[in-house]
């Protein structure tokens, strides 16, 4: 467990800075006042991790017990807390942020899987503030009605003007693009920037000087806002899924333009941790100590009144069978073989009698555990919603897919959108994101050997993925003119298949790399094709 609220061996900031040092009398005035304590329960980028979901719930209980009293306690989110276009798994994420009493989160790319109409009637009975400055909705609508783009929280007779930000760049992230102009989201940063500086401003007008930024807009751009805006004390980032740690100085401690310090965080992805940022603020409004606490979710229990209350929208879940051996996730899931991703695949080309199974690295979002598996655990690594799709491709068409993801991935600083995972293939590449080889493995195990620099037009393979991976440009294949040639879409998806492929298995059932896809200057690799 994570110590919730110690300012134990925690400098002030001053010491970092001293461009926002006062005069020694003011300074001795300042002291004669008690400062603000502030304890802030954080999350992002959850994904719709329903399970753990409930272990944050139990995470959350005890942050309400072993908080001081005397502190303001704040529960915000920044986005993606909601997954897919799967009704039940958007009404959990609602039920979650209700439980938690989260106070305000904002949208983020994943908020808008589906249609507007659809995604407000899943959420009326939102406890939460809902926000998104450069999200402007128009009035005819539905969703105009939910969005905000800040709000006040008053705590302790403590003023916060929280603001939300939605990602810039949610053109390249949504999946359903006709829906895009019913968003009505500024793609321009700067001139968001300037917006938020317009709400900043409107704040300490009213004499608010704590601000908090919930960000949807990565790490990158964060940075940039806390250099560029005045009078904004915490950004509570998520998008580009960073696990930032502690308080460090030119990593999530910056200085904005009047030299105040901004403190950015994020803890990873998929709800695999939350955080606990406790601030104390001077009567100026500016941050004079930070902590900042990254708790592990599996650290935590799953929360029976939770998970009661979940099963009542998701439904019993049913036991398929069981995982004698489950190999551990990889360091970097976006450029490794991934022994999960092995699993799906496999089941995908099994059970649906192709050549090749293809799935991008990103679309995994859970893990595999030994022991008993049911289907709410195999909803929540696949949790997309995304369709099963049966097409024949060419050789070259899955040649050059795979090299380009795989030179935009390595090259990328995030390793994103991350390489392509395979069945019935094998490839190596290098550190340079350069495909250095590729084979086809057939039914019987024999590898046939693809030039990869002339691969065949004339040559095609029935292949086995999902709607998003054949069409998606910056997780997918690229292929969307491909899809109307689909020989089969079913109306599920990859959960489903493993469930099937689970169920009809006789022998003890392992989860293993072996060596299909290898970096050829990993280090790291276990095995070597």
Known sequence: MINFNSYQNTPPLKQYKNAYQKSPAQNKKDDNNSPVKTSIFYVNDLHGQNIRMERLISAVTQFDSFVPSGNDKLKLASGDIMLGEDEKSVKTADKFLNLAGIMATVMGNHECDMPTQQFVKLIDDKKYKLLGINMNPPKTNPLSKYVEKSYVQEINGNKYGIIGLVPSDMALHVKLQEHLPELSVEPDLDKSIKAIQSEVDKFQKQGINKIILLSHSGYGNDVKIAQQVKGIDVILGAHTHNLLEDVKEGKNLFYSPNGEPVVITQVGRDGKNFGVLNLEFNKDGVITKAQNNVGKTERYGRNLVARKEFEKILGKPEIVGYLS???????????????????????????????????????????????????????????????????????????????????????????????????????????????????????????????????????????????????????????????????????????????QYIKKQTKPITVKSDGRIVNVDDKDNKTKA
């Open 325 to 499: 051996k489950v190999e551990s996730f990889p360091k970097d899931m976006y450029v490794q073989e991934n022994a999960h991703c092995n699993f799906i695949v496999d089941a995908m080309k099994d059970m649906l009698g192709t050549d090749i199974a293809l799935m991008n690295s990103g679309n995994i979002r859970g893990q595999f555990e030994s022991g008993r598996v049911d289907t709410r655990d195999l909803a929540v690594i696949s949790p997309f919603a995304n369709k099963v799709v049966v097409i024949d491709l060419t050789e070259e068409e899955i040649v050059n897919a795979i090299k380009r993801r795989t030179e935009v991935s390595v090259k990328s600083s995030s390793h994103r959108p991350g390489i392509v995972q395979v069945s019935g293939l094998k490839y190596s590449f290098d550190n340079q994101g350069k495909l250095l080889s590729m084979s086809f493995v057939d039914k019987n195990n024999q590898e046939h050997p693809i030039d990869i620099n002339n691969p065949r037009k004339d040559k095609k393979y029935s292949v086995a993925s999902d709607d998003f991976c054949i069409i998606g440009e910056d997780g997918g294949l690229g292929l969307p003119h491909r899809l109307k040639d689909a020989k089969k879409i079913f109306d599920h998806d990859k959960d489903v298949v493993v469930a």
